[in-house]
C-alpha cells in the first residue's frame, strides 16, 4: 500500500503544485485535501473535505494518514486584520500539528518564511515563529519547518507590493552569495519538490532555510 498525504492550502501556489507532484508519484496512493473550496481537479486520488478551516479539529476523525504537508498561509495585504491572519498563519498550522500528533501521524511538514522569530517586532515574522515553536513542541517524530525567502511565481490575485519585490529580486539574485544566499527568492516549484523529499528521505535538520531547500530539491 502506498502512502496516504494530507495537504492544507491546496488551492494556493505551492500547495497546488505540491498536488501535481503528488498525483503524478506513485508513492502516494491518496491524497486527503482539506480547504474551503474545491481543488477542481478530477482524479481518484484525491478525497476532498471542504471544510471552515478555523473549525479544522472538528474533523479530527477524517485526519488521518501518513504525512501531513502545511501549505497554509496570507499576507498583510490579503488579510490585514491581525486577528484573522494570527487565526490563518498560526492557528491553522498549530490545528493541524496537534491533531497530527494525535492521530499518530509521523510526519509534519510546514511552509513558514525566512526571519521568522518569536521575538521579532514585525507582527509577521512574530506569528511565523510563534507557529514554528508551537509545531515543533508537539515532536512529530519527524517535523520539517521550511523557511523560504520571497516566493516566485504567478498569482490570480493582484499584488502590487509583491510583484514589484518580485522584479527587483531578478536584478539582485546574482549578487547574492555566501551567507546572502538565503535570501534569493525561491519557486513554488522549488518548495514542493523538498516537501517531496523530506518526507521521503531522512534529514538532520528541522528548520530549513531558503538556499538549503533549493539544495534538497535538487537532489
Same mark, same amino acid.
Given at each position: 500500500?502506498?502512502?496516504?498525504?494530507?495537504?492544507?492550502?491546496?488551492?494556493?501556489?505551492?500547495?497546488?503544485?505540491?498536488?501535481? /507532484?503528488?498525483?503524478?508519484?506513485?508513492?502516494?496512493?491518496?491524497?486527503?485535501?482539506?480547504?474551503? =473550496?474545491? %481543488?477542481? *481537479?478530477?482524479?481518484?486520488?484525491?478525497?476532498?473535505?471542504?471544510?471552515?478551516?478555523?473549525?479544522?479539529?472538528?474533523?479530527?476523525? /477524517?485526519?488521518?494518514?501518513?504525512?501531513?504537508?502545511? %501549505?497554509?498561509?496570507?499576507?498583510? !495585504?490579503?488579510?490585514?486584520?491581525?486577528?484573522?491572519?494570527?487565526?490563518?498563519?498560526?492557528?491553522?498550522?498549530? =490545528?493541524?500539528?496537534?491533531? !497530527?500528533?494525535?492521530?499518530?501521524?509521523?510526519?509534519? *511538514?510546514?511552509? @513558514?518564511?525566512?526571519?521568522?522569530?518569536?521575538? =521579532?517586532?514585525?507582527?509577521?515574522?512574530?506569528?511565523?515563529?510563534?507557529?514554528?515553536?508551537?509545531?515543533?513542541?508537539? /515532536?512529530?517524530?519527524?517535523?520539517?519547518?521550511?523557511?523560504?525567502?520571497?516566493?516566485?511565481?504567478?498569482?490570480?490575485?493582484?499584488?502590487?507590493?509583491?510583484?514589484?519585490?518580485?522584479?527587483?529580486?531578478?536584478?539582485?539574485?546574482?549578487?547574492?552569495?555566501?551567507? +546572502?544566499?538565503?535570501?534569493?527568492?525561491? /519557486?513554488?516549484?522549488?518548495?514542493?519538490? %523538498?516537501?517531496?523529499? +523530506?518526507?521521503?528521505?531522512?534529514?538532520?535538520? @528541522?528548520?530549513?532555510? =531558503?538556499?538549503?531547500?533549493?539544495? *534538497?530539491?535538487?537532489?
Amino acid at each position: 500500500m502506498g502512502k496516504t498525504a494530507i495537504i492544507l492550502g491546496a488551492t494556493g501556489l505551492t500547495g497546488g503544485l505540491l498536488l501535481q /507532484q503528488l498525483l503524478d508519484d506513485n508513492r502516494y496512493d491518496k491524497i486527503k485535501l482539506f480547504s474551503r =473550496s474545491a %481543488c477542481g *481537479i478530477g482524479n481518484p486520488k484525491i478525497e476532498e473535505h471542504l471544510v471552515d478551516l478555523f473549525e479544522l479539529k472538528s474533523h479530527q476523525e /477524517q485526519f488521518t494518514g501518513n504525512v501531513v504537508f502545511c %501549505c497554509i498561509g496570507t499576507t498583510k !495585504a490579503k488579510t490585514p486584520d491581525q486577528e484573522t491572519y494570527l487565526k490563518i498563519d498560526y492557528g491553522i498550522p498549530v =490545528s493541524a500539528a496537534e491533531m !497530527a500528533k494525535e492521530n499518530g501521524i509521523k510526519t509534519y *511538514i510546514v511552509i @513558514s518564511a525566512l526571519g521568522a522569530d518569536k521575538n =521579532s517586532k514585525v507582527f509577521y515574522n512574530r506569528t511565523k515563529g510563534r507557529m514554528e515553536e508551537a509545531v515543533l513542541a508537539q /515532536q512529530i517524530s519527524n517535523t520539517y519547518v521550511l523557511q523560504p525567502s520571497l516566493i516566485g511565481g504567478s498569482r490570480d490575485e493582484n499584488r502590487l507590493g509583491e510583484k514589484l519585490a518580485k522584479i527587483a529580486m531578478t536584478v539582485v539574485n546574482p549578487f547574492l552569495i555566501g551567507s +546572502l544566499a538565503k535570501y534569493k527568492s525561491i /519557486q513554488p516549484e522549488t518548495i514542493a519538490k %523538498c516537501m517531496v523529499f +523530506l518526507d521521503n528521505n531522512n534529514y538532520p535538520d @528541522s528548520r530549513i532555510l =531558503s538556499d538549503d531547500i533549493k539544495h *534538497i530539491a535538487n537532489q
